[in-house]
Nanobody, 115 residues
Framework: QVHLVESGGGLVQPGGSLRLSCTHSETGSSIFSMGWYRQAPEKQRELVAS???????YYLHWVRGRFTISRDNAENTVYLQMDSLKPEDTAVYYC?????????WGQGTQVTVSS
């Protein structure tokens, strides 16, 4: 099994920052992409950001300029740096990795943006 462990969520004020981390157990070369999804109360799950093995990235348009996805292959970790957070960013954030085995999900980490 490919195991994903998320960390970095919490409570921040509007305008604050958080960095989410997702460490995975896959040490081979079979990963295709890594990403972050979120699901807010009463909302459907949405893709926030993704990064492919070639470095190509995607961002949900209203987080562009505020969020940055990156990876550290040596540490088997993908990050989501979130700056200028807004109340509407409040959600449970899930790490996702797609590889030759299929897809794997993290347990979710709560991000709450409130004054």
């Amino acid at each position: 099994q490919v195991h994903l462990v998320e960390s970095g969520g919490g409570l921040v004020q509007p305008g604050g920052s958080l960095r989410l981390s997702c460490t995975h157990s896959e040490t081979g070369s079979s990963i295709f992409s890594m990403g972050w999804y979120r699901q807010a109360p009463e909302k459907q799950r949405e893709l926030v950001a993704s990064i492919r093995t070639d470095g190509d990235t995607y961002y949900l348009h209203w987080v562009r300029g505020r969020f940055t996805i990156s990876r550290d292959n040596a540490e088997n970790t993908v990050y989501l740096q979130m700056d200028s957070l807004k109340p509407e960013d409040t959600a449970v954030y899930y790490c996702n990795i797609e590889g030759s085995w299929g897809v794997s999900w993290g347990q979710g980490t709560q991000v709450t943006v409130s004054s």
